[in-house]
């Protein structure tokens, strides 16, 4: 795989910090995730593909253990507020003056500098500072987060694992490593600079929920079917709309242009009544084969049977049966090739990852005696 030899230390944390380690492990990268000792269950949901070392930094031994598995990694991906690590003695300035060639990626909601840096905060709170949450919302209503999707997943882990493997490139050329600061504030703005760049066209001088793109236009939207299911609409082309006004069976010649915006409402009237008239699966047999941009909103519970994503195989099971998304993008040479083991308990690794760091037999014996480090009982064994 592409990440293959690359060694990643992860300290345990939620959301996109596991979400970014995923990400490495599936394309190839060992990731070890550092939990805490004394806790023998987890809610990291993406463990797939990691190790699990438990460690008590506590003690002067386990913060000395953590060094060490940091500097003789390629990675370390600390999601901490800003100054936890530095009163460890473990910030950046430390770990890569003894490995020049360390990655160290900090990620954080509100980045490593700034009067919010230190500052408590979830998802909603960075997509509210990144401007993003103010355009997010129907018409008329207050803005609403989309899940914790924007912030900790896409401008959260998923940027933080593009800067990683940026700087994972860049050592190639210059043999050194670098500090990432990713900010989930500026990774969600990033994501959203489609929103910046394309002010100047109009697209979103209207009030919240009466543009283009934010289901102000009755040809972008969702409706209702006769069965109570739901269709997603997206026919913003003119031949696309064409299209759907021919399957709608309404006459363009007898309705407004399709970009007025004074008429929207009256069309998405309209559209929602001639939607209710049938079943989303009457729908489908019309659309299906069209480019109406016309498809079925399917539950997490459908996906994976809908013929398309069933020929790509988008989607896959593990050992315990439970579906997940294949890893994305595929790559031809070098395709992810995801765990399907089931995630690692609490310490289940935690005598294996010694022995592959340098440590002896007796060394671990003495360290599980003395408290410094858990080992997950009935999975790893001396």
Known sequence: MALLGVKVIELAGLAPAPFCGMILADFGAKVIRVDRTKVFSTVDTQGRGKQSVALNLKTPEGVALLRRLCVQSDVVLEPYRKGVMEKLGLGPSELLSENPRLIYARLTGYGQSGCYASAAGHDINYLAMSGLLSQLGRSGEKPYAPLNLVADFAGGGLTCA????LALLERT???????????????AAFTGSFLWKSRKLGLWSRPRGENLLDSGAPFYDTYKTLDG?????????????????????????????????????????????????????????????????VTPVLSLDQVSSHPHNRERGSFMKDSSGEEFPRPAPVLSRTPAEPCL???????????????????TSAEIDEMLAAGVVQCSAGKAKL
């Not at 043999?175 to 990774?187: C, L, N, T």
């Not at 997206?234 to 399957?247: M, P, S, V």
């Not at 929207?264 to 049938?278: C, D, G, I, V």
């Not at 289940?348 to 440590?359: P, W």
């Open 173 to 187: 050329k210059s043999g050194k490593g670098q500090i990432i600061d990713a900010s989930m504030v500026e990774g």
């Open 341 to 359: 083991a089931s995630d690692p308990a609490v310490g289940e690794h935690t005598v294996e990852v010694l022995l592959d760091y340098g440590y």
């Open 229 to 293: 299911k739901y269709l997603a609409v997206g026919a913003i082309e003119t031949e696309f709309y064409n299209q759907l006004l021919k399957g709608l069976e309404l006459d363009a010649g007898e309705l407004p242009p399709q970009m007025s915006f004074s008429d929207w409402p009256e069309l998405k009237q309209l559209f929602t009544e001639r939607f209710a008239s049938k079943t989303q699966a009457d729908w489908l047999m019309i659309f299906d084969g069209t480019d109406a941009c």
């Open 162 to 165: 593009l800067g990683i493997i």
